[in-house]
């Protein structure tokens, strides 16, 4: 069966600092991939997805990047938080045919920008 | 680009009672609608969807109805019970390769013992 996982579970950071999450999926190969934000009390906000290897696709303007380097391996970077980066960061993965198209969510990131 | 609009914002219920989150879409072409469940602090959780080629769709006590002439969809929920105190989003999407979700903006279910 298929896991999706995310590292690290909470980061606390100030201002200014880079930042680097990780989000890896198993048992399953070539995953369409997603980073989203959730602000506290607030819905979901699409920032990256990626259908492939080095492919990235941005949803929001914002000082956040991400990048694909392996199959299924998809990060999150800042070079400078800022205190509006704050948020609960979900990484999400689907398949790409019927059998596997429901979208799943990793267990999160609770980043903190002090 | 699709807009997906939820109501209500928080719903009470006592235990027993059934509940109704109902979601509206504005792209005709949405094909997809899935329901999501989330627990304070935790991931949103998958709990039911449906697809466009069908009305209805149960599983125990949750079921999701389509209106594709409305453009409407709804969350059922029956005999509820604490455990499904949570907040619950719906969303839509409009292509079946590559599942670009967009997102309601959630629905804060309390049911009370």
């Known amino acids: 069966s298929q896991t999706i996982h995310q590292w690290p579970a909470t980061l606390v950071q100030p201002v200014g600092s880079p930042l680097s999450l990780e989000c890896t999926v198993e048992?399953?190969?070539?995953?369409?991939l997603y980073w989203y934000r959730q602000a506290a009390g607030r819905g979901l906000q699409l920032l990256f997805y990626?259908?492939?290897?080095?492919?990235i696709s941005s949803e929001v303007p914002q000082n956040l990047s991400a990048s694909r380097p392996q199959d299924r391996q998809f990060i999150l970077s800042s070079k400078k938080l800022l205190l509006s980066d704050s948020g609960f960061y979900l990484c999400?993965?689907?398949?790409?045919?019927?059998?596997?198209?429901?979208?799943?969510f990793g267990p999160g990131t609770r980043l903190t920008v002090t | 680009g699709e807009n997906v609009e939820q109501h209500p914002s928080t719903l009470s219920v006592q235990e027993g009672d059934s509940a109704v989150i109902k979601c509206t879409y504005s792209?005709?072409?949405?094909?997809?609608f899935p329901w999501y469940k989330q627990e304070l602090g935790k991931r949103p959780q998958l709990i039911i969807d449906?697809?466009?080629?069908?009305g209805e769709k149960k599983d125990q006590r949750i079921a999701v109805t389509l209106n594709k002439t409305a453009k409407h969809f709804s969350l059922h929920i029956t005999e509820t019970q604490p455990e499904d105190s949570a907040v619950y989003f719906c969303?839509?999407?409009?292509?079946?390769?590559?599942?670009?979700?967009?997102f309601g903006t959630g629905t804060r279910l309390l049911v009370s013992p």
């Open positions: 999400a993965w689907s398949g790409k045919t019927a059998r596997v198209y429901e979208q799943y």
């Open positions: 048992g399953t190969s070539n995953p369409n």
């Open positions: 990626s259908v492939g290897i080095g492919q």
């Open positions: 792209d005709s072409a949405s094909n997809y």
């Open positions: 449906i697809r466009s080629n069908v």
């Open positions: 969303a839509a999407s409009t292509n079946t390769g590559f599942q670009k979700l967009v």
